[in-house]
Antibody
Framework: EVQLVESGGGLVKPGGSLRLSCAASGFTFSSYSMNWVRQAPGKGLEWVSSISSSSSYIYYADSVKGRFTISRDNAKNSLYLQMNSLRAEDTAVYYC?????????????WGQGTLVTVSS | SYVLTQPPSVSVAPGKTARITCGGNNIGSKSVHWYQQKPGQAPVLVIYYDSDRPSGIPERFSGSNSGNTATLTISRVEAGDEADYYCQVWDSSSDQPVVFGGGTKLTVL
């Protein structure tokens, strides 16, 4: 079964750091670009970051650029999001999502999400 | 960066047809994908590449894309279709290539 499982969310103080993980199974992880998408409480979906299959190219939303770092370990079938200098507005459910075939093909595979709460 | 505009809400009676629009500059030149999200759940891809349906998605869901508007059409709407719907594109000309619309709440009356 194709599956993505996020972990690492929790409560953190403003200015703090957190590292999210996404464990992939049921498919050849190293063949697909991966993404992080977040959703603040009661709000819509917001793309956060994308990384290509071999980490050759990486993109970030302006809202997280310079604070968040996406990475992957194809040997461990895992995707990561290192989040530094966290702000209250980063509070959201964070989803990892896999592309269908190529980057422009949409995201048929999503994890269940992990909640990040930034609050003092 | 590229902007996608959706109506905040659409209401439809059971058995009728719902149409949810997604506006963007020359969106017809891009591939549009649509997601359904129910409360407390992850999004589900219901239409990709403008009009293709993933396996398991009912034929009642269809999509079109031309000019400045893409449309998700849900025929014979059921109570279980009540959800938030998001359009999404990949803008290859941008350094922030993934764009989501603001979402539309579909209410089944």
């Amino acid at each position: 079964e194709v599956q993505l499982v996020e972990s690492g969310g929790g409560l953190v103080k403003p200015g703090g750091s957190l590292r999210l993980s996404c464990a992939a199974s049921g498919f050849t992880f190293s063949s697909y670009s991966m993404n992080w998408v977040r959703q603040a409480p009661g709000k819509g979906l917001e793309w956060v970051s994308s990384i290509s299959s071999s980490s050759s190219y990486i993109y970030y939303a302006d809202s997280v650029k310079g604070r968040f770092t996406i990475s992957r370990d194809n040997a461990k079938n895992s995707l990561y999001l290192q989040m530094n200098s966290l702000r209250a507005e980063d509070t959201a459910v964070y989803y990892c999502a896999r592309v269908g075939t190529v980057d422009s093909s949409g995201y048929p595979i999503w994890g269940q999400g992990t909640l990040v709460t930034v609050s003092s | 960066s590229y902007v996608l505009t959706q109506p905040p809400s659409v209401s439809v009676a059971p058995g009728k047809t719902a149409r949810i629009t997604c506006g963007g500059n020359n969106i017809g030149s891009k591939s549009v994908h649509w997601y359904q999200q129910k409360p407390g759940q992850a999004p589900v891809l219901v239409i990709y590449y403008d009009s293709d349906r993933p396996s398991g998605i009912p034929e009642r869901f269809s999509g079109s894309n031309s000019g400045n508007t893409a449309t998700l059409t849900i025929s014979r709407v059921e109570a279980g279709d009540e959800a938030d719907y998001y359009c999404q594109v990949w803008d290859s000309s941008s350094d922030q290539p993934v764009v989501f619309g603001g979402g539309t709440k579909l209410t089944v009356l």
